[in-house]
C-alpha cells in the first residue's frame, strides 16, 4: 500500500445494529487511538436510531459516525424524514446518498439524488454518492456509461470538493462475496476521477473515490493498493468489529 494514500474506511451498517452496538463503537474507538492513524479516516454509519448514541460516545475519539440517508428538503411537513442540518445537530458528520438499495427499493432518481446531495453539501456533512452498475449492465459492457450518467445527474455543479466523495459500488459486487478484477475497479475509478477533473476542474483530485461491495479482510489489502481507490465502503464486514479491525489493519 502506497505510504501516501489518505485513505476513509466507512461501514454502512443499513438496517442492523442496537444499543448493544455501542461497545463495537468502544472497541473501535480504543483500537483508532492506539493505532495513532495518521493517513486514514474511519466512519461508521449506524441507523438514524444510533447515531445520537454513537456520537456520544465517539465525540472525544476520532471516530467519525455519519448516517445512511438524508431528505432533499430543508425543514417542515415532511413525515419520516431527516434533514441534514437535523443529522449535523446530533453531531453526524457525514451521509451516505445514492446507496443502490435506496435506488432499487425506494426508486430513488439520480434526481432526487442530486438534490439531496445539494442539500446535505449545504451543511458541513461529508456526502458520500454511491455509483454502480448491475450485473446485466456490466454484461452488455455497459459500465461506463452507467457510472458516466449516474455521475453525471446526481452530483450538482456546484460542488465543495473537500467534503465530496463518491464510492463506486458495483451492484453485483454488494454482499454477493464476487469483487471486480483489480484492473476492472483501476479502469472504473480513473475514468470517475477523469469525469471529476473535467467537470469540475483540478481541485476535484480532492475528491476521494472509494470502492464498495463484498470488501472484506482478504481482499482489501489488494484492493486499497489499486491507484486511484482512496478507500472503501464496507458493509457485512463493517458489523463486526474484529472483521472490520482486519481491514484496518492494512492501513496506514
Ligand atoms: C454496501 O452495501 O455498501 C456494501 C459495500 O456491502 P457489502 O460490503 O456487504 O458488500
Given at each position: 500500500?502506497?505510504?501516501?494514500?489518505?485513505?476513509?474506511?466507512?461501514?454502512?451498517?443499513?438496517?442492523?445494529?442496537?444499543?448493544r452496538?455501542?461497545?463495537?463503537v468502544?472497541?473501535?474507538?480504543k483500537?483508532?487511538?492506539?493505532?495513532?492513524?495518521?493517513?486514514?479516516?474511519?466512519?461508521?454509519?449506524?441507523?438514524?436510531?444510533?447515531?445520537?448514541?454513537?456520537t456520544?460516545?465517539?465525540?472525544?475519539?476520532?471516530?467519525?459516525?455519519?448516517?445512511?440517508?438524508?431528505?432533499?428538503?430543508?425543514?417542515?411537513?415532511?413525515?419520516g424524514?431527516?434533514s441534514?442540518?437535523?443529522l449535523?445537530?446530533?453531531?453526524?458528520q457525514?451521509?451516505?446518498?445514492?446507496?443502490?438499495?435506496?435506488?432499487?427499493y425506494?426508486?430513488?432518481?439520480n434526481?432526487?439524488i442530486?438534490?439531496?446531495?445539494?442539500?446535505?453539501?449545504g451543511?458541513?456533512?461529508?456526502?458520500i454518492v454511491c455509483?454502480g452498475?448491475?450485473?446485466?449492465?456490466k454484461?452488455?459492457?455497459?459500465?461506463?456509461?452507467v457510472?458516466?450518467?449516474?455521475?453525471?445527474?446526481?452530483?450538482?455543479?456546484?460542488?465543495?470538493?473537500?467534503?465530496?466523495?463518491?464510492?463506486?459500488e458495483?451492484?453485483?459486487?454488494?454482499?454477493?462475496?464476487?469483487i471486480?478484477?483489480?484492473?476492472?475497479i483501476?479502469?472504473?475509478?480513473?475514468?470517475?476521477?477523469?469525469?471529476?477533473?473535467?467537470?469540475?476542474?483540478?481541485?476535484?483530485?480532492?475528491?476521494?473515490?472509494?470502492?464498495?461491495?463484498?470488501?472484506?479482510?482478504?481482499?482489501?489489502?489488494?484492493?486499497?493498493?489499486?491507484?486511484y481507490?482512496?478507500?472503501?465502503?464496507?458493509?457485512?464486514?463493517?458489523?463486526?468489529?474484529?472483521d472490520?479491525?482486519a481491514?484496518?489493519e492494512?492501513?496506514?
Amino acid at each position: 500500500m502506497s505510504k501516501n494514500k489518505n485513505l476513509l474506511i466507512a461501514g454502512n451498517w443499513k438496517m442492523n445494529g442496537s444499543r448493544r452496538s455501542l461497545s463495537i463503537v468502544s472497541l473501535l474507538m480504543k483500537y483508532i487511538k492506539t493505532k495513532k492513524f495518521k493517513n486514514t479516516h474511519v466512519l461508521i454509519c449506524p441507523p438514524f436510531t444510533l447515531i445520537n448514541s454513537f456520537t456520544t460516545l465517539a465525540k472525544r475519539s476520532k471516530l467519525m459516525v455519519g448516517a445512511q440517508d438524508c431528505s432533499n428538503k430543508a425543514l417542515g411537513a415532511y413525515t419520516g424524514e431527516v434533514s441534514p442540518s437535523m443529522l449535523v445537530d446530533v453531531g453526524s458528520q457525514a451521509v451516505i446518498l445514492g446507496h443502490s438499495e435506496r435506488r432499487e427499493y425506494h426508486n430513488e432518481s439520480n434526481k432526487l439524488i442530486h438534490d439531496k446531495v445539494s442539500n446535505a453539501l449545504g451543511t458541513d456533512l461529508l456526502t458520500i454518492v454511491c455509483l454502480g452498475e448491475s450485473l446485466f449492465q456490466k454484461k452488455r459492457g455497459n459500465t461506463l456509461r452507467v457510472i458516466g450518467e449516474q455521475l453525471r445527474k446526481s452530483l450538482p455543479d456546484n460542488i465543495n470538493v473537500k467534503n465530496m466523495v463518491i464510492a463506486y459500488e458495483p451492484i453485483w459486487a454488494i454482499g454477493s462475496g464476487l469483487i471486480p478484477e483489480n484492473d476492472d475497479i483501476y479502469k472504473v475509478h480513473h475514468f470517475i476521477s477523469q469525469k471529476l477533473i473535467s467537470r469540475y476542474g483540478n481541485k476535484a483530485k480532492k475528491i476521494k473515490i472509494l470502492y464498495g461491495g463484498s470488501v472484506n479482510k482478504k481482499n482489501a489489502s489488494a484492493i486499497l493498493s489499486i491507484q486511484y481507490v482512496d478507500g472503501a465502503l464496507v458493509g457485512g464486514a463493517s458489523l463486526k468489529f474484529s472483521d472490520f479491525k482486519a481491514i484496518l489493519e492494512f492501513c496506514n
